[in-house]
């Protein structure tokens, strides 16, 4: 009996792609039940996206309050929140990078 050897190898299995999970927020400190929820099943990538957008919204807002506050005590606490916004985002955007560089590559 003769055995036939495979030629072409298969090809990789695919790694399966990450997805958001349920997860519901906007429960104001548990006095109610959350109003919202991020939706189960829709890719990181996508996400990041929003994320992305969101982080920056919130950084142009706490500037534009930062720019306003009299109080230096506040001043404080709204730069120290600036500085991390600023962080998140970049955070953020490197890792929505990396997505895009990996599937870039194959």
């Not at 072409?8 to 039940?33: I, K, L």
């Not at 720019?67 to 953020?92: F, P, R, Y």
Request: net charge negative.
């Amino acid at each position: 009996m003769t055995t036939m050897k495979k030629l072409v190898p298969d090809p990789p299995a695919s790694s399966p792609r990450a997805v958001t999970v349920h997860t519901r927020f906007a429960a104001c400190n548990g006095h109610h039940p959350p109003l919202f929820a991020v939706r189960a099943g829709a890719d990181v990538d996508k996400a990041l996206v929003h994320l992305v957008v969101l982080l920056r919204c919130a950084y142009e807002t706490n500037l534009q309050a930062c720019d306003t506050v009299k109080d230096d005590h506040l001043a404080g606490i709204l730069w120290a929140t600036q500085h991390t916004l600023e962080a998140s985002h970049a955070l953020a955007e490197s890792m929505l990078s990396g997505i895009s560089e990996q599937q870039a590559s194959g």
